[in-house]
């Protein structure tokens, strides 16, 4: 079983409908982290988790939101999906001492 | 090296030689550098790492090199083999605990 699961792998949705991708872990890992990932640009961090009570904005949050309801959980949400956020999106955890990150297989979603 | 635009660069290899990927990154401040592996419709994958202390780092059949004055990373990967075909990225870390990535390079290892 993959140590950094995540929900649903694809996702085709409309514009204006509220997605949620869900993200658990079975490393014991405190940090978690929510990237997008685009052609030619890398991976971009979204949200960024570094205990359940620690949330915080990476460089694309706008048209984002995250939840942390476990250490184990972070769900990334899109309150009304658009276009532009058609994207493989990845979550991923670090442990101790901070370094290596893990990741999940990846939510491919797409917004028509 | 990196690609600001929609296409990878791509580099091409025989199997069996050596493949370097080159990175160039942008913050003097970072002290950390990983590379991660990227095969079709999986996650990356840390290969391996290195701290702006060292100049150079070897793994099993990889190596890194950390050029500090230039800002530019490297990885060899030695007797390149088909299970080497993927997108290779590299990441830096400015900010603690954040890393940045690369648009990515992707290697493709021909019989």
């Known amino acids: 079983d993959a140590d950094v699961t995540q929900t649903p792998r694809n996702r085709i949705t409309k514009t204006g409908k509220r997605i949620m991708l869900e993200c658990s872990q079975t490393?014991?890992?405190?940090?978690m982290y929510w990237y997008r990932q685009d052609p030619g640009l890398g991976l971009r961090l979204i949200y960024y988790?570094?205990?359940?009570?620690?949330?915080n904005k990476g460089e694309i949050s706008d048209g984002y939101s995250v939840s942390r309801q476990a250490q184990a959980k972070f769900s990334l949400s899109l309150e009304s999906a658009i276009p532009n956020q058609t994207a493989l999106y990845f979550c991923?955890?670090?442990?101790?001492?901070?370094?290596?990150?893990?990741f999940g297989e990846g939510s491919r979603l797409t917004v028509l | 090296g990196e690609s600001v635009g929609l296409h990878l660069p791509t580099l091409s290899v025989q199997e069996g030689d050596n493949s370097i990927i080159n990175c160039a990154y942008s913050?003097?401040?970072?002290?950390?550098f990983i590379w991660y592996k990227q095969e079709s419709g999986k996650g990356p994958q840390f290969i391996i790492d290195?701290?702006?202390?060292?100049d150079k780092r070897q793994g099993q059949r990889v190596t890194v090199l950390l050029n500090k004055t230039v800002k530019h990373l490297s990885l060899q990967i030695a007797a390149t083999q088909p299970g080497d075909s993927a997108v290779y990225f590299c990441?830096?870390?400015?900010?603690?605990?954040?890393?940045?990535f690369g648009a990515g390079t992707r290697l493709a290892v021909h019989p």
């Open positions: 988790s570094f205990d359940v009570k620690d949330i």
């Open positions: 290195i701290r702006s202390n060292m």
């Open positions: 913050n003097s401040a970072s002290d950390y």
């Open positions: 991923a955890t670090e442990g101790h001492p901070p370094g290596e990150l893990f």
């Open positions: 490393k014991g890992h405190d940090r």
């Open positions: 990441a830096e870390n400015p900010y603690r605990n954040k890393l940045i």
